[in-house]
C-alpha cells in the first residue's frame, strides 16, 4: 500500500498537463486584452477620422 501511495504522488510530480493548460489559459487571456485595447484606441481614432471627414464635407 505504500509503495503504491509512492509511485502516486511520483506520478503526480511529473505530470505537468495541468500546469500548462493554465499557461495556455493565462496567454489567451493576455492576448485577449491586448486585441481588446489596441481594437479601443484604433477605434476611437477612426472614429475621429471619420468624423472630421464628414464635418470637412458639410461645410
Given at each position: 500500500m505504500e509503495?503504491?501511495?509512492i509511485?502516486?504522488?511520483r506520478g503526480l510530480k511529473k505530470d505537468q498537463s495541468?500546469?500548462?493548460a493554465?499557461?495556455?489559459g493565462l496567454i489567451a487571456a493576455l492576448i485577449a486584452v491586448v486585441?481588446?485595447?489596441g481594437i479601443t484606441?484604433?477605434?476611437t481614432d477612426v472614429g475621429n477620422?471619420?468624423?472630421s471627414v464628414a464635418n470637412s464635407l458639410s461645410n
Open positions: 509503495k503504491k501511495m509511485r502516486f504522488i495541468g500546469a500548462t493554465i499557461e495556455y486585441i481588446i485595447a484606441l484604433i477605434g477620422t471619420f468624423n
